[in-house]
């Protein structure tokens, strides 16, 4: 299980090896339904043991974990802009119907509400409050939520480059490290094209300190025929798990039906086994570009060249020992 290809679309399980594996297993993330409560990130902890890893705000957001590490394997991101979500007109009431409610007193059984105030401050940095102006003063706005995660990759370089085979390719088609392999060496990390893959640091009584660590795609729940925590929690199904091929068709039909309704920029990330990493087997549907959420826009596996590369190095050894060689026979005449 220690073979893995290096370009092309591939079963990544049987490029590895393994004779009849199941059907490749995967995660579509659609962002457009996720709502930033952060129950992945509380879950995947739970599951995995993993410890804390900070509980202080960036100052420039509500994230609090800022990136995926050793201690943070789903990571949501949120990202603020001045901009609409497709049709979306923010702050503008259409159904006058309800616009004299009263939630809180209902909520608490009042009776007769009391009108509302003219608007509420969510405590959102807008010049002007929703709808505190009428239409015309509406300002855009919307959030971007992600929750990301290691992507799974079908040509994994983290993997191609483990030297104690630590890294290993499931038969789910999925990417696992294994601690009690792992000699801490640190060369799957500069060779993730995400930034996946980390060491971890902390007190000498954690096993796994100085160990590679990243998400399993919980590695031990597939096998007990269960779905990873992380989307078992998810409340919005923004995180959905099955089989990839089925995913990738879901995706496509996702898509097409935002885009339909006016959210245009809606498009999937890592779903294409053309890609320059083979396809994810977690792939996202974003509403901005990569770039916004802080993902390359164009990831290749690092170890493309490789081959090439040996080729070379192959081809100068062989000339500077023919060189060598004549030399010496030279010397004897
Ligand atoms: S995203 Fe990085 S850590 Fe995850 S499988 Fe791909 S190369 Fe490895
Ligand atoms: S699949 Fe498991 S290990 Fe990976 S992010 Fe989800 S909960 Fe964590
Ligand atoms: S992906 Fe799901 S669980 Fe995670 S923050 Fe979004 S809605 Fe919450």
Same mark, same amino acid.
């Given at each position: 299980?220690?073979?893995?290809?290096?370009?092309?679309?591939?079963?990544?399980?049987?490029?590895?090896?393994?004779?009849?594996?199941?059907?490749?297993?995967?995660?579509?993330?659609?962002?457009?339904?996720?709502?930033?409560?952060?129950?992945?990130?509380?879950?995947?902890?739970? +599951?995995?043991?993993?410890?804390? *890893?900070?509980?202080?705000?960036?100052?420039?957001?509500?994230?609090?974990?800022?990136?995926?590490?050793?201690?943070? +394997?789903?990571?949501?991101?949120?990202?603020?802009? $001045?901009?609409?979500?497709?049709?979306?007109?923010?702050?503008?009431?259409?159904?006058?119907?309800?616009?004299?409610?009263?939630?809180?007193?209902?909520?608490?059984?009042?009776?007769?509400?009391?009108?509302?105030?003219?608007?509420?401050?969510?405590?959102? $940095?807008?010049? =002007?409050?929703?709808?505190?102006?009428?239409? *015309?003063?509406?300002?855009?706005?919307? +959030?971007?939520?992600?929750?990301?995660?290691?992507?799974?990759?079908?040509?994994?370089?983290?993997? *191609?480059?483990?030297?104690?085979?630590?890294?290993?390719?499931? #038969?789910?088609? =999925?990417?696992?490290?294994?601690?009690?392999?792992?000699?801490?060496?640190?060369?799957?990390?500069?060779?993730? $094209?995400?930034?996946?893959?980390?060491?971890?640091?902390? $007190?000498?009584?954690?096993?796994?300190?100085?160990?590679?660590?990243?998400? =399993?795609?919980?590695?031990?729940?597939?096998?007990?025929?269960?779905?990873?925590?992380?989307?078992?929690?998810?409340?919005?199904?923004?995180?959905?798990?099955?089989?990839?091929? #089925?995913?990738?068709?879901?995706?496509?039909?996702?898509?097409? #039906?935002?885009?339909?309704?006016?959210?245009?920029?809606?498009?999937?990330?890592?779903?294409?086994?053309?890609?320059?990493?083979?396809?994810?087997?977690?792939?996202?549907?974003?509403?901005?570009?990569?770039?916004?959420?802080?993902?390359?826009?164009?990831?290749?596996?690092?170890?493309?060249?490789?081959?090439?590369? +040996?080729?070379?190095?192959?081809?100068?050894?062989?000339?500077?020992?023919?060189?060598?060689?004549?030399?010496?026979?030279?010397?004897?005449?």
């Amino acid at each position: 299980m220690d073979r893995n290809s290096f370009y092309g679309p591939v079963d990544p399980a049987r490029d590895a090896g393994w004779v009849d594996p199941p059907a490749r297993k995967g995660f579509f993330t659609d962002t457009s339904i996720c709502i930033g409560c952060k129950a992945c990130e509380v879950a995947c902890k739970e +599951w995995n043991a993993v410890p804390e *890893d900070g509980m202080s705000l960036t100052g420039m957001s509500y994230d609090n974990s800022v990136g995926l590490g050793a201690s943070t +394997w789903r990571h949501v991101a949120f990202i603020e802009q $001045p901009a609409s979500s497709g049709n979306q007109e923010s702050g503008v009431r259409h159904d006058e119907s309800h616009a004299n409610l009263d939630v809180l007193a209902l909520a608490g059984g009042q009776g007769d509400p009391s009108p509302p105030p003219a608007s509420v401050d969510l405590g959102m $940095p807008l010049p =002007t409050l929703p709808g505190a102006g009428g239409e *015309d003063s509406s300002v855009p706005f919307r +959030w971007l939520m992600e929750s990301d995660v290691c992507k799974h990759c079908t040509h994994a370089a983290c993997l *191609d480059v483990c030297p104690t085979g630590a890294l290993f390719r499931t #038969e789910f088609g =999925t990417v696992v490290v294994q601690d009690d392999i792992c000699n801490g060496c640190g060369y799957c990390v500069p060779a993730c $094209p995400y930034g996946v893959i980390e060491r971890r640091e902390g $007190p000498k009584n954690d096993h796994a300190v100085g160990v590679a660590q990243k998400c =399993t795609l919980c590695y031990d729940r597939l096998g007990e025929g269960m779905e990873p925590a992380c989307a078992k929690a998810c409340p919005t199904q923004s995180i959905q798990f099955g089989d990839l091929d #089925e995913l990738r068709q879901r995706a496509d039909v996702r898509v097409a #039906e935002l885009v339909e309704a006016g959210v245009v920029d809606a498009q999937l990330y890592g779903h294409d086994p053309a890609d320059g990493i083979g396809g994810a087997g977690a792939f996202f549907l974003l509403l901005d570009k990569p770039e916004v959420y802080g993902l390359p826009p164009d990831p290749v596996v690092t170890t493309r060249a490789l081959p090439a590369m +040996w080729g070379r190095a192959a081809m100068a050894a062989g000339t500077m020992l023919a060189g060598a060689a004549m030399a010496f026979l030279g010397s004897r005449r």
